[in-house]
């Protein structure tokens, strides 16, 4: 069904990807994301959001299959989606769970995955978390046992990478670096290429700015403040419905009824009528998380954010072992890209 699985990282430059070469290269047949069709993304949703109990391999092999039968062709399929990686972006729940779903619907497809020198990467999730409705400062975010519990060995990447070598087997698992990336994308490309098995693709000059840049310490205190009042994932703030209520009054009914559908889609599972108005409560809180996400974003000015200095001891500590195996494992570059070692 699928010749390749772009699994992410997060934060790693998939976004980018998805934009500028995927979609673009003539020779890959790109399914997404974000994905246009509703079936097929609904699909991957349940392979990876479904309860175990409720996980179907078969079925949902036989549903995938039948969705891609209609758009059969002779390039290279492929999928690049994040969430595949883990199912939570800050502890990285469920990663060797979802590897191994990937391999029992899809079979051993070719994997890449991208890391990124943690320091680097811990900054990066922080700045996401706030724009996804988060309160914390992050000094109390690095070791926070609720929301953070198992961020410091989430990034000890030779652990998923060993995993993905021993599912899919090394031959079909490419490792990149962000920094790679982020250095040179053309040379980042044609070696993505040669991994997939089509022909590289030269980048236009445009197509190299950042995607999703970080906050600033200012955009982060101004998003943390408006979240406060928000219900998120981040922020069980239930007493807030006021905000919710307001928000539904003045969003028009057809856009109520295009969030509502999305909602469908994306809450695994959901009861129809019985719970409708908690996933629109949810959608409406999204929709305003989304608009502080933008100003934030927006204020450019002010300091750039900084692994606190109580940190830097211990943390360097926990990674360079870690970098260690990458380095005389898989021969990554890490010592060039200032990887704790």
């Known amino acids: 069904m699928v010749d390749f699985i772009h699994v992410g990282d997060f934060k790693t430059g998939t976004t980018w990807m998805q934009k500028h070469f995927y979609p673009q290269h003539q020779e890959i047949d790109y399914l997404g994301g974000p994905f246009e069709n509703y079936e097929l993304e609904k699909l991957l949703h349940e392979l990876i959001d479904s309860r175990d109990l409720d996980f179907d391999a078969s079925r949902?092999?036989?549903?995938?299959e039948r969705q891609l039968k209609e758009n059969s062709t002779?390039?290279?399929?492929?999928?690049?989606?994040?969430?595949?990686a883990?199912?939570?972006?800050?502890?990285?729940?469920?990663?060797m769970r979802n590897a191994k779903r990937l391999h029992a619907v899809f079979g051993s497809v070719k994997i890449i995955f991208v890391i990124r020198e943690q320091f680097d990467m811990i900054k990066s999730i922080y700045s996401q978390y706030i724009k996804m409705g988060g309160t914390l400062s992050l000094n109390s975010f690095i070791c926070d046992s609720i929301v953070s519990r198992g961020l410091i060995e989430r990034l000890k990447w030779h652990k998923q990478i060993?995993?993905?070598?021993?599912?899919?087997?090394?031959e079909n698992v490419l490792i990149g670096l962000h920094e790679e990336f982020r250095e040179n994308k053309q040379e980042f490309i044609d070696r993505l290429a040669d991994h997939i098995g089509v022909e590289t693709m030269n980048l236009f000059q445009e197509n190299n700015n950042i995607i999703n840049k970080g906050l600033t310490l200012y955009g982060v205190n101004f998003a943390r403040a408006c979240n406060w009042f928000l219900r998120s994932h981040h922020n069980n703030a239930t007493s807030m419905n006021l905000l919710s209520y307001t928000s539904r009054l003045l969003t028009n009914e057809s856009k109520l009824k295009s969030m509502e559908l999305e909602t469908?889609?994306?809450?695994v599972p959901n009861y129809g009528i019985n719970d409708r108005k908690n996933?629109?409560?949810?959608?409406?809180?999204?929709?305003?998380?989304s608009f502080v996400k933008k100003i934030a974003e927006k204020i450019s000015f002010g300091k750039s954010l900084k692994i606190p200095k109580g940190y830097v001891k211990f943390l360097t500590k926990e990674y360079c072992i870690s970098n260690k195996i990458l380095i005389e494992k898989y021969g990554l570059p890490m010592e060039r890209y200032n990887y704790k070692i």
């Open 279 to 289: 996933r629109m409560n949810v959608a409406l809180n999204w929709r305003m998380i």
């Open 74 to 84: 002779s390039r290279k399929t492929g999928i690049c989606r994040e969430v595949f």
């Open 162 to 170: 060993d995993m993905y070598m021993e599912i899919f087997g090394e």
């Open 60 to 64: 949902i092999k036989q549903e995938i």
């Open 86 to 95: 883990c199912t939570n972006f800050i502890t990285g729940e469920n990663s």
């Open 264 to 267: 469908q889609k994306r809450v």
